[in-house]
């Protein structure tokens, strides 16, 4: 009689990286870099003529929220890409997409808006800043990593039916 008839074998080695899984980590750490380095930078610059009159801020204008869903998405990005977590790299994707909104529904009609200083100047004008573009790429970068790993890192496997011996 053999004593490993319920004891189910392991179907592939998952403590071993690739080259591929270390360059979609690398990917995916830096989109988070983005996200938290958006926060800390200018998202919209409202200028007059070449005067800079009001800056905004990430944090200011989303409370840390980009921050926070980069640094919430660190341990799920380490385990869709270690661990080829298909529900790990769907999570990756959906905080990903609600940077996105955030940028794209949020931030981006206020790089068009000037405000109050509109009203006080005609010349005014507002552009975005190094943070929104940081925002979106980093968002973006997420989206790359945990799509990447869908598609290109082997899952893993339902253990096969056991077999009576």
């Not at 200018?42 to 009159?53: F, N, Q």
């Not at 980093?138 to 009576?164: F, H, K, T």
Request: hydrophobic share 50%; no cysteine; net charge neutral.
């Amino acid at each position: 009689m053999n004593a490993r008839v319920d004891a189910s074998e392991p179907t592939r080695d998952y403590s071993t990286w690739s080259v591929l899984s270390f360059g979609l980590l690398a990917v995916g750490l830096a989109g988070v870099a983005l996200l938290i380095a958006a926060d800390l930078s200018t998202l919209v610059e409202i200028k007059v003529l070449t005067v800079t009159k009001d800056r905004l801020s990430g944090h200011g204008q989303h409370s840390w929220a980009v921050a926070i869903l980069g640094v919430g998405s660190l341990p799920l990005l380490f385990g869709a890409i270690r661990g080829r977590s298909r529900p790990a790299m769907f999570a990756v994707i959906a905080l990903a997409a609600v940077v996105l909104i955030i940028a794209l529904a949020k931030d981006l009609p206020d790089t068009r808006s000037t405000g109050v200083i509109g009203e006080r100047y005609d010349e005014a004008s507002a552009a975005p800043g190094p943070g929104f573009y940081m925002e979106t790429g980093g968002a973006v970068l997420l989206i790359l990593s945990a799509v990447g790993g869908l598609l290109l890192l082997p899952g893993r496997s339902a253990p096969g039916p056991r077999s009576p011996e």
